[in-house]
């Protein structure tokens, strides 16, 4: 009878920490839904209130200015408050963001719209995927990387099929989609309620929020080619969020919003089915295959433009869409190697502020360029920026170092365990 207690407590932590990582990868999915929705809501923007390339450009900017800042002011306070509640701020965030867009007829209103959802999901980032990574199960290994790092690809896909879909069939095509990631954002509050903590509160959250970053010292010679990968794919998936409904629309000949928010998944739905391949190779083959993948879908979305051919440019999307979840899942799954549950928010936060840096200085020139260049013309200068971060990626990518790996996993098993002790 003695040694049945354990048994019914290690039982016990398994099926909470289950919950645990369901409601956090449910959570950062609808916080990236969410962030998806305005989309295919942009055209209606454009054609019912004058908005131009450049204002649309400028709220994937505000957006992603606002995520910014969530990760250095924010990204850490999840080690001081714990997981729950830093997560449930980050969805209460994005759903005042939501509230905000249901009235939009001046650009001012979309912005401070996605600079709150911008916070929101930049919380969100460092929080639910550290939160998705402590509850996890050990096995396969690839899971806890592939759930942090494509729960997003996830979430913006789905977040713009459901978009198109009510834009296009539901009624109000204005403020349906954000009543209802309203929903889904109160029922993912509702449960990271019910899950267990996985982070112990501790003092220092004001600290905590001034801007600092830090990686492991060693992962830090995989920064560079991780920073290029996260910056060329994010960036890509900025100018599918700004051009690609004018793009759709003038240059491939549909007006239909659910064909826009199906053009867009495409590019980010394959990105999660391609992460587990990523996984069965060592993370610098994974990150040349995943880049030389990504590029090849680029070049292929660049000539359907020239062409004007929609099956061609969905095609390629998805070969885009699918090296990017490779490449980007290697590189994550390098930059967590050996890492400790109080590492991981800041090794996120490094994460996501270079997608997120990605996806704003590209869009912010793009955006200035628009005035004067053609959207193939600015199609071809995404593509130049996939080149060079493709062939750095070939020639520069590497591997974690080893030898620090088991010391530092055994170590970290027993962090994680013992939080809920």
């Known amino acids: 009878m003695q040694n049945a207690a354990p048994v019914v407590n290690c039982a016990g932590r398994s099926r909470t920490l289950r919950l645990a990582f369901l409601s956090a990868v449910t959570s950062l999915v609808a916080a990236f839904a969410t962030a998806a929705a305005p989309i ?13 390339n450049f204002a649309i450009s400028m709220a994937i900017v505000t957006y992603s200015v606002g995520a910014g800042i969530g990760l250095l002011v924010l990204g850490r306070l999840s080690n001081h408050l714990g997981r729950r509640l830093a997560a449930i701020l980050s969805l209460g965030l994005l759903l005042l ?4 867009l249901l009235n939009v007829h001046v650009v001012s209103t979309l912005l401070a719209g996605r600079i709150l959802m911008g916070v929101g999901t930049g919380l969100a980032s460092s929080t639910l995927t550290s939160y998705i990574v402590d509850a996890a199960p050990a096995k396969p290994q690839w899971l806890a990387s592939v759930a942090s790092s494509q729960g997003p690809m996830l979430g913006l896909a789905v977040g713009a099929i459901e978009s198109g879909a009510l ?9 349906v989609i954000y009543l209802v990631c309203i929903g889904f954002l109160s029922l993912s509050a509702a449960l990271i309620t019910l899950s267990p ?12 929020m001034l801007p600092k970053i830090s990686v492991p010292a060693r992962v830090r010679h995989l920064l560079p080619v991780a920073a290029a990968v996260f910056l060329a794919t994010w960036a890509i998936g900025a100018f599918y969020q700004a051009f690609v409904p004018t793009l759709v629309e003038e240059q491939l000949h549909t007006h239909s919003p659910l064909i826009l928010g199906l053009v867009f998944a495409a590019y980010m739905a394959p990105s999660v089915l391609g992460a587990p391949i990523g996984g069965r190779f060592p993370s610098d083959v994974a990150q040349r295959i995943g880049m030389i993948t990504f590029l090849a879908g680029v070049i292929g979305v660049i000539a359907a433009v ?17 090296g990017q979840g490779i490449a980007i899942s290697a590189s994550t799954r390098g930059l967590l ?3 400790t549950l109080a590492e991981r928010a800041p090794i996120f936060s490094a994460v996501y502020l270079l997608c997120y840096s990605g996806a704003t200085f590209p869009s912010l020139i793009s955006g200035e360029l628009s005035k004067a260049y053609s959207l193939p013309q600015i199609a071809l200068g995404y593509g130049g920026l996939a080149l060079i ?20 996993n055994i170590a970290d098993v027993h962090g994680t365990r013992d939080v809920l002790r």
């Open 197 to 208: 903590e996985t982070a112990n509160p501790t003092p220092g959250a004001w600290r905590s």
């Open 167 to 175: 834009v296009q069939f539901g009624p109000l095509p204005r403020d």
């Open 389 to 408: 971060a493709a062939l750095f990626t070939i020639a520069v990518a590497r591997n974690p170092h080893f030898e620090a790996r088991a010391s530092d």
């Open 306 to 322: 020239g062409v004007g051919r929609l099956t061609l440019f969905v095609f390629a999307t998805v070969i885009a869409g699918a």
């Open 40 to 52: 295919p809501v942009y055209n209606i923007y454009r054609a019912e209130d004058g908005f131009t």
């Open 97 to 100: 963001g939501c509230v905000l």
């Open 337 to 339: 190697e050996g890492s």
